[in-house]
């Protein structure tokens, strides 16, 4: 069947539980995008099409029952998979072979989903870029460390994808591919089985190309039933537009973006409006990134004793700029978080969601660096959700999408409101 490859995974799933199609049918469409694309494109670090046909035949015999029965989707090559390798995008594990899924990955699993392959990360999912191009034009980046997730599902290979972030790495390449993308509140999905950069930022996370399939993904992931979808009839959500300290850092193209999504979701009846920045957020860029050099500086130490050309010039400066923070800089930038957060926090009593930039503006020209990740940083530092969502194109046709923030741990909050987002900006 044709087409199956540009259905959304609750959509998919809905067809199989349906009888409507089998998970064969599924997968051979994916794998004939695949092979299409791929030498274009570049998403994947390993493919294995035969496992991956053999396991969708075998569903095809099974009794149809859990949530992703059938549904394809590809993983981050920072996640352990026990059939296929996991080089963390680094040479100096290249062929690497763990023993046992990561706790994602064995979640997926048993709600029947079935893996294509692993998708490229750059270096320790940090800045050195892999070989994935952008599908909506292959001389731009994709964004990263992501690249490879998010460039897979915006070219209709996979419906979904798992990917992460410590400071831009899920939402920006969501923002450049034209892709829904969640980050979840850190913490919410367990991290057994990835890799670690920093502690306290580290956050696993999704891509898709519909936010409903957030919400049965996150029922998978939480091991819970989904919820019923949320009704506005009465209430529509009260979103507010924050500028935020780097607004004119942007460019032009993204804080217009921002305005008109803003004006768009205002013309639904919806209670919007702007809201102001506390002056200490203006600090939580900075917190960032020293909170993410000192944990670095000592989750990878052994990496950095290897030293150059083994790793990249810029993870090499990463920990080196780490290993220079004292222990009172990074209690400080913590410290400063926590007081942010609890600002943060009380805004939530006035709005239900906050809508500000998913990046500084299209995907940047050249495969030689995957943008900045400028106006995610201070979100993952206070370690809220977030969620992408794409929001028409540039004058060269390069996709452009705003990013919507929640409270803290109101997790299914949020993606009911992206749901009704979607759905608006997408008229």
Known sequence: MTGLNHHSAHELATLIRAGAVKPSEVMAAHLDRITNREPVIGAFQTLD??????????????PVGRPLHGVPFVI????????????????LYAGRRPDRNAACVQAFLDAGAIPIGKTISTEFAYFKPGKTANPANPEHTPGGSSSGSAAAVADFMAPLAFGSQTAASLIRPAAYCGVCGFKPTTGRYVLAGVMGLSQSLDTLGLLARDPRDFVLTDAVMCRTDPAPPAEFDEALPRISLMRGPHWRDGSVEMRDTCTRALAALAATGAETGEIAFPPVFAELTQAQITVMGYEVAQQRAAEYAVGMPAISPQFHDLVTAGLAVTDA????????????????????RDVDALLVPSAPGPAPAGLDATGDPLFSRMWNLLQVPSVALPFGTDQNGLPLGIQLIGRKGDDARLLDIAVWAHEHLSQ
Do not use: C, H, N, V
């Not at 981050?76 to 040479?91: A, E, F, L, V």
């Open 49 to 62: 099409a035969d496992r991956a046909m053999e396991r969708a035949k075998a569903a095809d015999a099974l």
């Open 329 to 348: 800089e990074y209690q400080a930038a913590l410290d400063l978080r926590d007081r942010a957060g609890a600002m943060l926090d009380q805004m939530f």
């Open 76 to 91: 981050k090559d920072i996640i352990d998979t026990d059939d296929m390798p996991t080089g963390w995008g680094s040479d």
